[in-house]
């Protein structure tokens, strides 16, 4: 019997018996009973097993054949692979903004301790100036958009004395503004990095 390795398409050439008995490829394949491969799937498993067993025996036109239209199904599962994780790993970065957005605000509401060692000795005075509606302006001012859901850990009762108004309080901000974005950017790495550990790049 003669085999057929590539598509349904004639112009495949075919491996002999003797071909079929010493190539590795030829041994354990996702054959039909006809000896012919007329699938997606099935190419794609003769393409892995090319490029992975490097069949010597097979014919240089058969290999060719194989790669430039077998392994298109194969390399198009890839790219589509590589897609997705690349969403998901964008996704996981976005996320982990408004994570560490929310963390920042959450420290500011009660003071924002660490900002002495910026430079900022009066922070103490942010304790208790944010609400959900305060939340939401800190994170566009720096450039982060988080619903108003994940804001509203930060609503205050409607009696709540502020010692800043709203406009106040980022104005504070902005006139500590390289601290601020560097106690920014204490939170944001960290949860950064986490995320691209999670889903790292494919070298």
């Known amino acids: 019997m003669i085999w057929m390795v590539g598509g349904s398409k004639g112009a495949a050439p075919l491996l002999t018996a003797r071909e079929?008995?010493?190539?590795?490829?030829?041994?354990?394949?996702?054959?039909?009973?006809?000896?012919?491969?007329?699938?997606?799937?099935?190419?794609?498993?003769?393409?892995?097993?090319?490029?992975?067993?490097?069949?010597?025996?097979?014919?240089?036109?058969?290999?060719?054949?194989?790669?430039?239209?077998?392994?298109?199904?194969?390399?198009?599962?890839?790219?589509m692979d590589n897609r997705r994780r690349n969403m998901q790993r964008y996704n996981a970065i976005r996320s982990a903004h408004v994570e560490a957005m929310i963390d920042m605000i959450n420290a500011i509401d009660h003071g924002g301790n660490e900002l002495d060692v910026l430079g900022v000795y009066d922070s103490y005075r942010l304790e208790r100036q944010v609400n959900s509606y305060r939340a939401m302006q800190i994170a566009q001012y720096f450039?982060?958009?988080?619903?108003?859901?994940?804001?509203?850990?930060?609503?205050?009762?409607?009696?709540?004395?502020?010692?800043?108004?709203?406009?106040?309080?980022?104005?504070?901000?902005?006139?500590?503004?390289?601290?601020?974005?560097?106690?920014?950017?204490?939170?944001?790495?960290?949860?950064?990095?986490?995320?691209k550990k999670k889903y790292p790049t494919q070298e």
Not at 50 to 76: F, P, Q, S, W
Not at 163 to 181: G, W
């Open 20 to 79: 079929r008995g010493s190539c590795s490829i030829a041994k354990t394949p996702p054959f039909t009973t006809a000896g012919l491969i007329n699938t997606n799937i099935e190419n794609m498993f003769v393409c892995t097993y090319i490029k992975l067993n490097g069949c010597t025996h097979l014919r240089n036109t058969v290999c060719t054949y194989a790669i430039m239209i077998d392994c298109t199904y194969y390399k198009e599962g890839l790219v």
């Open 143 to 195: 450039g982060v958009n988080v619903s108003k859901g994940k804001l509203t850990r930060f609503s205050k009762p409607k009696d709540h004395q502020y010692d800043f108004t709203a406009s106040e309080l980022i104005d504070y901000i902005s006139e500590h503004y390289d601290a601020f974005v560097n106690y920014w950017e204490w939170f944001k790495q960290p949860a950064v990095l986490e995320a």
